[in-house]
């Protein structure tokens, strides 16, 4: 089990969404099932035209009368057997090759999703709500339709052509070498014209675009042109564009489905050299000696062959169409791309970029929040009531959409599987959220580990020994009941007990008195040596000895240390002053 989730893991880790190659490289269990039978189908095609030619010689021997029904029995029967083992295997490879289609396409619209998701609405809007929708759906479709053919064609027209080619030369080499001019013409066709039909397809899809972006407008601002008599122009633009679509969808058309039976019919002219120079063969003038049967397994060999070859044209065409998709949807996957923004990452490195988040009800609470972390880092976090720190805790849980990027050590939170963020992000709200059982299962959860360190490391330790039954007393609801500060200590020795690479605490402290705080904090600091701690706080008296501060104010944030904050953010300065002068005035 464990192993299949490393392995996973490391095939996660090398796969790069920009990259063709790796949608491939990940299915690569499908496509060796795809490759085995697509061999088994292709050689097995090879029979046919061979029993074919058996047969043929047969019924003309039985008619002589030197040949027998049993035999030509065996061979129908040998025959029957070839075309059943080859539909078998074509039926196995057809089904994984669409199971190979399902998974790439669902794995793109993933991963468009994701990138969706987090660009600002602003870029959304930019490049049109239409356009994008018909990249993330259309073009991902036709894109995958292409990997689709390329990987049928592979066998159905690669490894069956090299087979039939191989078998002409076998019979005629001449021949065939002669024969064989034809259907490389029509593969060089197929490709001088694949210009006229990218270009067409782009059209096309640009169109798709505009006019599913000037449905969305007619249909969100319907009120505002009937008011103001907008309705006329709007209904003639939209004709307009109607018109453009339909337009460019014929002329796509045209091109896709013109172009293979002009490279059928130049393929198949060959068909011309083997009647006049199979004919001398059969009658022993020509280059090799023929009986009937090899000269019918000849020209359905070379039949199959051309057919073939205009396979290999459509495969062209569609190849060419899922570049045109390809390179639309390509830039989509900027914001999901890690390798090209030329940033060197190293274990546990987390970078908040362009971050906004707003509630369903629309309020926008984080606004382009940005800043990056390392290892061994305490970020304190703070700002005037309700600016935003729990929300902004709450991002690493990824429990909603936002916009902009949260990646660690590489890689983007929200692409992440739910085990694997579990893995790096640790939280602990407001709530300690203890629950009815002993103080150690509430603090180790099943583990094996040794409870003092964690109730010593929240200065918890000796207030537990004292209770009745010491670690092993209910708490929770229902059991012994605890102060504020006393749940909140056992939620953080739970959390550091459970350390993940990344910990946000949401004011772990605010229950405690200083001089206990002061010490949990510096407990929290040494065990902490390899995280990243985010500590939202209103109280400021131990942000001095935080590596950087964020303060947040109506969703904006400023990011520095402590001395550049007090330069900085007016706000913060006062704030702190004021908390040291009470702290000083207490003392
Ligand atoms: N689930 C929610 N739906 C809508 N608005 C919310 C939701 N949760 C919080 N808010 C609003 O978002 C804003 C920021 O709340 P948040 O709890 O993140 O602030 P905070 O800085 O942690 O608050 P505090 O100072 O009390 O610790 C507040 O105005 C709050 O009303």
């Known amino acids: 089990m464990e192993n299949k989730e490393l392995q996973?893991?490391?095939?996660?880790?090398?796969?790069?969404?920009k990259k063709i190659g790796s949608y491939f490289r990940v299915e690569w269990k499908v496509l060796l099932t795809i490759t085995i039978s697509g061999l088994i189908y292709n050689l097995g095609l090879l029979a046919e035209p061979w029993f074919e030619g058996r047969m043929t010689g047969m019924l003309v021997d039985i008619l002589r009368g030197s040949g027998t029904f049993a035999n030509m029995l065996f061979l129908v029967i040998g025959y029957v057997a070839a075309i059943g083992i080859v539909q078998v295997s074509r039926y196995v490879k057809r089904f994984y090759v669409r199971r190979f289609a399902n998974n790439v396409n669902r794995r793109i619209k993933e991963i468009l999703y994701h990138s969706l998701v987090t660009r600002g609405r602003a870029s959304l809007r930019e490049e049109g709500e239409g356009t994008i929708m018909t990249k993330a759906i259309r073009d991902v479709d036709d894109c995958v339709e292409g990997m689709r053919k390329f990987t049928t064609e592979i066998f159905d027209t690669g490894v069956a052509l090299t087979a039939y080619a191989g078998m002409l030369l076998w019979y005629d080499w001449r021949l065939a070498l002669l024969c064989m001019i034809f259907p490389p013409i029509s593969y060089i066709t197929a490709e001088k014209m694949k210009r006229m039909i990218q270009r067409t397809g782009a059209a096309y899809k640009k169109q798709c675009g505009v006019l599913s972006a000037v449905t969305l407008d007619r249909a969100q601002n319907a009120v505002t042109y009937r008011v103001f008599g907008c309705e006329r122009d709007r209904q003639m633009a939209y004709e307009k564009n109607l018109t453009d679509y339909e337009t460019s969808a014929v002329k796509a058309n045209i091109w896709n489905s013109a172009m293979p039976p002009i490279y059928k019919v130049i393929s198949m002219t060959s068909v011309l050299f083997i009647l006049y120079f199979g004919q001398k063969n059969t009658?022993?003038?020509?280059?090799?000696?023929?009986?009937?049967?090899?000269?019918?397994?000849?020209?359905?060999?070379?039949?199959?062959?051309?057919?073939?070859?205009?396979?290999?044209?459509?495969?062209f065409n569609a190849v060419h169409k899922a570049q045109v998709s390809w390179n639309r949807i390509r830039p989509l996957f900027d914001s999901v791309n890690e390798e090209e923004d030329g940033k060197e990452w190293r274990p546990g490195d987390l970078e908040v970029k362009d971050v906004s988040f707003a509630y369903p009800d629309g309020k926008r609470v984080l606004e382009h929040v940005s800043f990056s972390a390392k290892p061994g880092q305490i970020i304190g976090v703070t700002g005037p009531v309700a600016c935003g720190k729990s929300t902004l805790g709450k991002l690493f849980l990824c429990e909603c959409p936002y916009e902009g990027t949260v990646r660690f050590a590489g890689k983007d939170l929200l692409q992440m599987e739910e085990a694997e963020r579990k893995g790096i992000v640790a939280y602990l709200g407001h709530d300690p959220e203890l629950f009815h059982d002993s103080v150690r299962d509430n603090v180790l959860l099943g583990d094996e580990k040794d409870l003092k360190t964690y109730l010593k490391a929240v200065c918890i330790d000796r207030?537990?020994?004292?209770?009745?039954?010491?670690?092993?007393?209910?708490?929770?609801?229902?059991?012994?009941?605890?102060?504020?500060?006393q749940a909140q200590r056992v939620a953080l020795a739970r959390t550091l007990c459970h350390k993940k690479p990344l910990l946000v605490l949401d004011d772990p402290f605010s229950a405690l008195d200083k001089s206990t705080e002061r010490e949990v904090f510096?407990?929290?600091?040494?065990?902490?040596?390899?995280?990243?701690?985010?500590?939202?706080?209103?109280?400021?008296?131990?942000?001095?000895?935080?590596?950087?501060?964020?303060?947040?104010?109506?969703?904006?944030?400023?990011?520095?240390?402590?001395?550049?904050?007090?330069?900085?953010v007016s706000a913060y300065a006062t704030l702190f002053t004021t908390q040291e002068g009470e702290d000083s005035h207490e003392a």
Not at 8 to 17: A, G, Q, V
Not at 300 to 312: E, P
Request: aromatic share 8%; with cysteine.
């Open 283 to 315: 009658l022993g003038s020509g280059w090799s000696s023929w009986s009937i049967a090899t000269f019918t397994t000849f020209l359905a060999c070379f039949v199959k062959l051309s057919t073939k070859s205009s396979s290999a044209a459509k495969l």
């Open 522 to 568: 510096s407990n929290v600091q040494a065990m902490t040596r390899d995280s990243i701690v985010l500590l939202l706080s209103h109280r400021l008296y131990l942000f001095p000895q935080m590596d950087q501060i964020i303060w947040m104010d109506e969703g904006k944030t400023t990011v520095g240390t402590h001395e550049e904050l007090l330069q900085k």
């Open 8 to 17: 996973k893991k490391r095939e996660d880790e090398k796969f790069c969404p």
């Open 463 to 485: 207030e537990v020994s004292e209770m009745e039954e010491g670690e092993d007393t209910l708490i929770g609801n229902g059991g012994v009941r605890l102060s504020g500060g």
